[in-house]
């Protein structure tokens, strides 16, 4: 069984920073690329970031400038760097692997989510 586990949403005010952590376990011969993606409430989970196993990064126009998505394959990391805040950042980020190479093959792996609130 492999699973993401995703860590280090909270409570941020506008304007600051917030740094979520996603680290994969289980049974994994590989990860592939990693993204994060969102949830607003009433809204439809869209892609914040991405990233290659040979470091190529892709954002939303709407996190660009902001956000920075980073990995440590070594250690089955995955991290995004979030700063300048806006409330409409608000919401569930989840940590996705598209093709994870396990024993049963490659399968997708979705974290649990981890709560991101910005307010003052």
């Known amino acids: 069984q492999v699973q993401l586990v995703e860590s280090g949403g909270g409570l941020a005010q506008p304007g600051g920073s917030l740094r979520l952590s996603c680290l994969a376990s289980?049974?994994?011969?590989?990860?592939?690329?990693m993204g994060w993606y969102r949830q607003a409430p009433g809204k439809q989970r869209e892609l914040v970031a991405s990233i290659t196993t040979v470091g190529m990064t892709n954002y939303a126009d709407s996190v660009k400038g902001r956000f920075t998505i980073s990995r440590d394959t070594a250690k089955n990391m995955g991290y995004l760097e979030m700063n300048s805040l806006r409330p409409e950042d608000t919401a569930v980020y989840y940590c996705?692997?598209?093709?994870?190479?396990?024993?049963?093959?490659?399968?997708?792996?979705w974290g649990q989510g981890t709560l991101v609130t910005v307010s003052s």
């Open positions: 289980g049974n994994i011969f590989s990860i592939g690329a």
């Open positions: 996705n692997v598209p093709h994870m190479a396990t024993q049963a093959g490659y399968v997708e792996v």
